[in-house]
């Protein structure tokens, strides 16, 4: 395999831009399926759950492989909801490049800015793709002007729109200088190139201009052939664009219609012409497991050894667990023997695939720069790397962000409990945002995700591919605990057990901390490791579970600046017990307070509603930051409370006779108002 050219890249946006339907079309004109399906229907290829072809939404990434002209495109199909962000944050950790899709209508929208900043993360190039021209109140120069206000990235369209909205008919080339239209006849599958109109040509040399401007700080010659009078070859103006893109300084912009089949093949010339190969990625940099400090490099080439990532799992009933991986450097055969990290324990690949959606092509073997399937892993999980036996290396783990809703859950019968929980288990496995656990106090089974629509999403699954009817309680808000003082505090622990006397005194600082949590000893004397790491263990264990209502605590930081001791009397048992003590105590005299999560609201509304939907945000102790005008409508941005947003969907059709659409996903954590505090003590107390 030429590994110049391949390309992996994820197509990702806000939830109904046309992300799924951009990559149908991909699929058809690279004639990987016959028939193209569609979102509304239910039939689209990558959409392949029951949940998702029956809401019309995107719920896990699918990976799927085609072919154009001379090269190789793996392709990740990533959800727009922010409930399942993780989806998008696991594929962009292993991807080359991305395909941001936005709405010609809606631009840059919440989730699209939250994926934009996710690729920003790990320094992924990019193209834009501006779908929807043929939308009523499309515009395409003002999607353009806000990414440029939003994003680091100087957004340079290489095509402009030809028409918009009803009169849409194709887009102008910038690069090649050509209007290109697409034949309906043929579902897009055919065009022509034409001259383009001379209504159009003065718009089209404006464009370009602002393109040859761009591209000449990368090519010299460019400028050159400005100042000369001559127009600048396409050939070098996609070399000199492409080298900006991989330098994540521009991202080339693209525009069309999925729906209408106008756009997308140019698209998948722009994703070859611009975006990386495996071999365009600096090399990649882990760490020997044995040694934190040592950096390892691995360069992507068959020949180096072995490496590569476990991005997510899924569990097939017939084959177990399937790991899809992402190989950085030389090859794994199959019945290969590999460690996975962390842990070192050893597993050997049973079968290699190749995905897609959910069908699967059984291969030999799988090379550096390959996005793949393994199953017979053993001890591994998301985040995992696996590596050669006898060059171990260890790549960053992957971080995942904290439930912020729970709800109960049971079996209908006594007899599905073990079930249940074999159930929830691959559920977990499956998904790091999904967390089980069980209330020390109640006993309850307790579900936790990112959103009410990730537990709904849960629950069905649960009742259709488990069999497995359950029974669940109303969402519940996941609080913090923490303080609003800093207090110094001192406890000795003494006791005599089984004829042994058991002493340590421990005194500690405890204060606010915005950063999280945190756990420093500073002493004047010098303490064995095992008491110190005892100590340590102790404060901690002690962040789990505040004393108010056993959520966990943050935005704390706990410092020992002294201990008291007898050398015969000490143990690490005592230290642990007064450390414990110290805290407790400390905690109850630093004015303890709950943190309630706060989203990000965002709400795009006909005029006429604005008052009402505002009134509702604020009945809902929420708060309005911005108002913008968006053609006829307008973008009402703010905070709300999760505890008020329960439920908010309906409210907002209501209120707006289904016309208004919001997005919102979690942004902070913020102290629980009193009076609220006490109407949440004394429902739960």
């Known amino acids: 395999m030429n590994l110049a050219k391949l390309r992996n890249i994820g197509i990702a946006a806000h939830i109904d831009a046309g992300k799924t339907t951009t990559t149908e079309r991909i699929l058809y004109y690279a004639k990987k399926i016959h028939r193209m399906g569609e979102v509304d229907s239910g039939s689209a290829t990558m959409d392949w759950m029951a949940q998702e072809r029956e809401r019309g939404i995107t719920i896990t990434s699918a990976a799927t492989t085609v072919g154009w002209k001379d090269a190789r495109i793996n392709i990740i199909d990533t959800p727009g909801h922010v409930d399942f962000t993780i989806e998008v944050e696991r594929a962009l950790k292993v991807l080359d490049g991305a395909v941001v899709v936005f709405c010609a209508v809606g631009g840059v929208e919440p989730q699209s800015e939250t994926v934009w900043h996710q690729a920003d993360r790990y320094r992924i190039p990019r193209i834009a793709f501006v779908n929807k021209m043929d939308r009523l109140g499309a515009d395409f120069e003002r999607v353009v002007d806000m990414m440029s206000s939003r994003f680091l990235q100087f957004p340079v369209p290489v095509q402009i729109p030809w028409g918009a909205e009803q009169g849409f008919e194709g887009v102008i080339d910038l690069v090649g200088w050509r209007a290109v239209r697409w034949k309906d006849e043929t579902l897009g599958a055919e065009f022509m190139e034409e001259e383009i109109p001379g209504e159009l040509v003065d718009e089209a040399k404006r464009w370009r201009q602002h393109l040859v401007d761009k591209a000449s700080e990368a090519e010299d010659t460019i400028i050159e052939d400005y100042m000369a009078g001559q127009k600048s070859e396409s050939v070098t103006l996609r070399k000199a664009l492409r080298k900006l893109t991989l330098e994540n300084k521009i991202v080339p912009v693209l525009c069309g219609s999925a729906l209408k089949n106008k756009g997308v093949q140019p698209l998948l010339d722009a994703v070859i012409d611009y975006l ?50 992402r190989v950085y450097s030389g090859r794994i055969e199959r019945g290969q023997t590999v460690m996975g990290f962390p842990g070192g324990k050893r597993s050997r690949a049973t079968k290699l695939l190749l995905p897609h959606s959910n069908r699967f092509e059984e291969v030999s073997k799988l090379e550096a720069g390959e996005i793949g399937l393994i199953t017979g892993l053993r001890h591994v999980t998301t985040g995992s790397t696996l590596a050669d036996q006898k060059n171990p290396i260890v790549y960053e783990l992957m971080r995942f962000p904290e439930p912020v809703i729970h709800q109960s859950i049971e079996p209908h019968t006594k007899a599905d409990e073990a079930k249940l929980g074999k159930s929830l288990a691959i559920l977990e496995l499956e998904d790091p945002t999904f967390k089980v656990r069980t209330d020390p106090e109640t006993a309850q089974l307790l579900i936790s995700g990112m959103g009410e629509l990730h537990l709904e999403i849960i629950v069905d699954r649960l009742k259709r591919e488990f069999r497995l009817p359950v029974r669940t309680g109303k969402p519940q808000v996941s609080y913090r605990e923490t303080i609003t003082k800093r207090v110094e505090h001192s406890a000795v622990f003494s006791r005599i057990i089984a004829n042994k006397t058991y002493y340590a005194g421990v005194t500690l600082k405890l204060e606010p901390y915005e950063s999280g949590k945190k756990v420093e000893i500073h002493l004047p004397v010098p303490l064995g490791r095992e008491f110190l790491d005892a100590i340590r263990s102790s404060l901690t264990d002690s962040f789990f579970a505040g004393p108010m209502l056993g959520y966990p605590i943050t935005k704390v930081r706990v410092t020992v600046t002294d201990v008291e001791f007898r050398e015969e009397d000490a143990s690490d048992i005592a230290f642990k017990a007064a450390a414990s003590q110290a805290f407790s105590e400390a905690y109850q005299k630093a004015s303890p307070a709950l943190l309630e999560p706060i989203m990000d609201v965002e709400v795009i509304t006909p005029e006429p509603y604005m008052g009402d939907v505002i009134a509702d945000i604020n009945t809902r102790r929420g708060k309005i930051e911005e108002l913008t005008n968006i053609k006829e409508q307008k973008l009402i941005k703010g905070f709300m409370p999760l505890a008020a947003s329960f439920g908010y969907a309906t409210a907002l059709r209501s209120l707006t006779q289904g016309r208004a659409s919001f997005a919102m996903h979690f942004s902070h954590y913020a102290i629980l108002p009193e009076t609220e505090r006490r109407k949440l003590f004394d429902y739960l107390v």
Do not use: C, Q, W
Request: glycine share 4%; hydrophobic share 40%.
């Open 276 to 325: 990386p190969s495996p071999l365009d990625v600096p090399l990649i940099e882990g760490h020997d497991p044995a040694n934190v400090e040592k950096i390892l490099l691995r360069e992507t080439s068959p020949d180096a050894p072995f490496s590569a990532l476990v991005f997510k799992l899924a569990y097939d009933p017939h084959m177990g667990p399937l790991a899809f991986t």
